[in-house]
């Protein structure tokens, strides 16, 4: 491991990303690139400034859809995953359906869920990233409690444990790497759910819906604007997983940085 | 006295009963005494680990008897009545080196306290006290199976099965491990079942060598081991080390060659 200084570390991306925006903002008015293609940062930066109290509003609708139907799915999804590794005939049964419903785009059904619950029911937008969310985690959480090392269930065998031992002391801490990919998967996802979900139909005051109308009135900028903060939401919620599975499972970060 | 480990007429075949697809053992018998350290050496597929498995009732017997401290092998695993350690370290990537060596202990329910005090004590033993707080991967391959050893005695076992512990190691690490073994073997007073394929592996650790041949695997010769204690380099390079590695590569061969006729019958 070698030691890098702070200026070392964070130097170089933010050079990149000052350098990237002063290219966009350079190149968007050297060549007059018309607003409605691409508006300059200064110019998207303003509209946020404008719209900020729109935009949070927006924002704070779509984060809570997505936040419940993350923990809704992602919950379900570890619930499920516990319940197949305990019964295997379960686990047999379910995989198969489950790994293929994975490769389904999800979204396509966000009309039907409308049309189920409302469009401007909340509970449309939490039902389709719950779905959205529920099979990255079941089937990763699945890989990981089944797949450990043999010699470890072999050693616990010795001990003359009970299968609720080796699930608690071999299978979960085994499933908390795969348990936090999963979990980094579903961050991004959920939020494309809600936002996608959002478009086929919402409140007024929601991402989705205020992007899609923005730009339907040609007021790019504020759309724009709308998406940038989208995407620090998106980055925002990588991140915050990231923070907690540096404290939930440290021994494998360590390993990462090797 | 009593036998730790009793084999009476064991076989085990793989496959269905009446046409079975491999014998893996074949009419095992076997009685080890406390405080020896036995070794079982053979070619692979001789079903050297299987025998070892066998004893800690990881595998069943197809028929025949099994018994450590004189009661069922199934019974004698339940009481947690000896201690395991395999080719591979088998720690947890997720627990520190002390708690690794704890698990045993925690599963039985000992308390947090006594568990640390006896976990250090363990790391003492395999010299690992400094690293109690690393995690497994910042261990080299030979420190990581000495935590697997002192995983393995943490609950003081009588019996110690070791299936070819040193297998992956280079071979100055192996000399060094064996060294350690014997200095341990000593300290702990713990009845060993050694599997390995080192012939002076073999000598320079056991009491007595069992020497196995493969298809079916069966003993074929058990050779007592003379060497005084305590062993250590010098014994290595004594005439009679070399005497006894010759006697024990001899009756590989030997069990060899009749497997060969046997075949050729």
Same mark, same amino acid.
């Given at each position: 491991?070698?030691?890098?200084?702070?200026?070392?570390?964070?130097?170089?991306?933010?050079?990149?990303?000052?350098?990237?925006?002063?290219?966009?903002?350079?190149?968007?008015?050297?060549?007059?690139?018309?607003?409605?293609?691409?508006?300059?940062?200064?110019?998207?930066?303003?509209?946020?400034?404008?719209?900020?109290?729109?935009?949070?509003?927006?924002?704070?609708?779509?984060?809570?859809?997505?936040?419940?139907?993350?923990?809704?799915?992602?919950?379900?999804?570890?619930?499920?995953?516990?319940?197949?590794?305990?019964?295997?005939?379960?686990?047999?049964?379910?995989?198969?359906?489950?790994?293929?419903?994975?490769?389904?785009?999800?979204?396509?059904?966000?009309?039907?869920?409308?049309?189920?619950?409302?469009?401007?029911?909340?509970?449309?937008?939490?039902?389709?990233?719950?779905?959205?969310?529920?099979?990255?985690?079941?089937?990763?959480?699945?890989?990981?409690?089944?797949?450990?090392?043999?010699?470890?269930?072999?050693?616990?065998?010795?001990?003359?444990?009970?299968?609720?031992?080796?699930?608690?002391?071999?299978?979960?801490?085994?499933?908390?790497?795969?348990?936090?990919?999963?979990?980094?998967?579903?961050?991004?996802?959920?939020?494309?759910?809600?936002?996608?979900?959002?478009?086929?139909?919402?409140?007024?005051?929601?991402?989705?819906?205020?992007?899609?109308?923005?730009?339907?009135?040609?007021?790019?900028?504020?759309?724009?604007?709308?998406?940038?903060?989208?995407?620090?939401?998106?980055?925002?919620?990588?991140?915050?997983?990231?923070?907690?599975?540096?404290?939930?499972?440290?021994?494998?970060?360590?390993?990462?940085?090797? | 006295?009593?036998?730790?480990?009793?084999?009476?007429?064991?076989?085990?075949?793989?496959?269905?009963?009446?046409?079975?697809?491999?014998?893996?053992?074949?009419?095992?018998?076997?009685?080890?005494?406390?405080?020896?350290?036995?070794?079982?050496?053979?070619?692979?597929?001789?079903?050297?680990?299987?025998?070892?498995?066998?004893?800690?009732?990881?595998?069943?017997?197809?028929?025949?008897?099994?018994?450590?401290?004189?009661?069922?092998?199934?019974?004698?695993? #339940?009481? &947690? =009545?000896?201690?395991?350690?395999?080719?591979?370290?088998?720690?947890? /990537?997720?627990? @520190?080196?002390?708690?690794? !060596?704890?698990?045993?202990?925690?599963?039985?329910?000992?308390?947090?306290?006594?568990?640390?005090?006896?976990?250090?004590?363990?790391?003492?033993?395999?010299?690992?006290?400094?690293?109690?707080?690393?995690?497994?991967?910042?261990?080299?391959?030979?420190?990581?199976?000495?935590?697997?050893?002192?995983?393995?005695?943490?609950?003081?076992?009588?019996?110690?099965?070791?299936?070819?512990?040193?297998?992956?190691?280079?071979? #100055?690490? &192996? =000399?060094?491990?064996?060294?350690?073994?014997?200095?341990?073997?000593? /300290?702990?007073? @713990?009845?060993?079942?050694? !599997?390995?394929?080192?012939?002076?592996?073999?000598?320079?650790?056991?009491?007595?060598?069992?020497?196995?041949?493969?298809?079916?695997?069966?003993?074929?010769?058990?050779?007592?081991?003379?060497?005084?204690?305590?062993?250590?380099?010098?014994?290595?390079?004594?005439?009679?080390?070399?005497?006894?590695?010759?006697?024990?590569?001899?009756?590989?061969?030997?069990?060899?060659?009749?497997?060969?006729?046997?075949?050729?019958?």
């Amino acid at each position: 491991m070698s030691r890098t200084s702070p200026l070392e570390r964070y130097g170089p991306p933010i050079a990149v990303f000052f350098l990237v925006i002063a290219l966009w903002e350079l190149l968007v008015r050297a060549f007059n690139v018309q607003q409605f293609l691409l508006p300059a940062p200064t110019v998207i930066a303003e509209a946020f400034f404008r719209t900020t109290t729109n935009i949070f509003n927006s924002a704070a609708y779509t984060i809570r859809s997505a936040v419940f139907g993350f923990g809704l799915g992602a919950g379900a999804g570890i619930l499920v995953a516990l319940i197949t590794a305990r019964w295997t005939t379960v686990r047999e049964g379910l995989m198969p359906f489950a790994i293929a419903l994975n490769s389904v785009p999800i979204i396509a059904f966000a009309p039907i869920m409308n049309n189920w619950f409302g469009s401007t029911n909340p509970l449309s937008k939490i039902a389709i990233v719950a779905v959205i969310t529920f099979f990255p985690m079941m089937i990763n959480m699945v890989r990981g409690l089944t797949l450990v090392e043999p010699a470890k269930i072999e050693l616990m065998r010795s001990y003359a444990t009970t299968p609720l031992q080796v699930l608690i002391k071999v299978r979960i801490p085994n499933a908390l790497p795969y348990l936090f990919n999963a979990l980094k998967v579903c961050s991004t996802l959920s939020l494309i759910g809600a936002i996608v979900g959002e478009y086929f139909g919402g409140p007024r005051d929601s991402l989705g819906v205020y992007i899609l109308q923005e730009a339907q009135l040609f007021r790019f900028d504020n759309a724009w604007a709308a998406i940038i903060i989208s995407a620090l939401l998106g980055i925002a919620f990588y991140l915050v997983i990231i923070g907690l599975e540096r404290i939930a499972i440290p021994w494998h970060a360590s390993i990462d940085k090797q | 006295m009593a036998s730790v480990v009793s084999l009476k007429n064991v076989n085990k075949f793989f496959g269905p009963a009446e046409r079975p697809t491999t014998i893996a053992l074949k009419d095992i018998n076997l009685e080890i005494q406390p405080r020896e350290f036995i070794s079982l050496i053979g070619p692979s597929g001789c079903g050297k680990s299987t025998l070892l498995r066998t004893i800690g009732d990881l595998v069943e017997p197809s028929s025949g008897e099994v018994l450590v401290n004189g009661k069922p092998a199934h019974q004698a695993r #339940i009481n &947690r =009545e000896y201690g395991m350690v395999f080719q591979a370290p088998v720690l947890f /990537e997720w627990r @520190t080196v002390l708690k690794n !060596v704890e698990l045993p202990l925690e599963i039985m329910g000992v308390p947090k306290a006594e568990r640390i005090r006896r976990g250090r004590e363990m790391l003492r033993l395999v010299e690992l006290q400094h690293f109690e707080r690393h995690y497994p991967w910042q261990l080299s391959g030979g420190m990581q199976q000495r935590v697997a050893i002192a995983r393995a005695l943490a609950f003081r076992p009588e019996l110690l099965l070791m299936d070819e512990p040193f297998g992956a190691l280079d071979e #100055i690490t &192996r =000399e060094r491990m064996n060294a350690e073994l014997l200095r341990i073997w000593h /300290e702990t007073q @713990t009845t060993v079942v050694f !599997v390995t394929h080192s012939i002076p592996e073999a000598v320079f650790l056991s009491t007595r060598v069992v020497v196995m041949s493969a298809r079916p695997g069966r003993i074929t010769e058990i050779i007592p081991i003379d060497l005084p204690y305590p062993r250590n380099v010098e014994t290595r390079e004594s005439p009679r080390f070399f005497e006894l590695v010759t006697l024990v590569r001899e009756a590989l061969r030997k069990s060899e060659e009749m497997r060969e006729e046997l075949e050729l019958r």
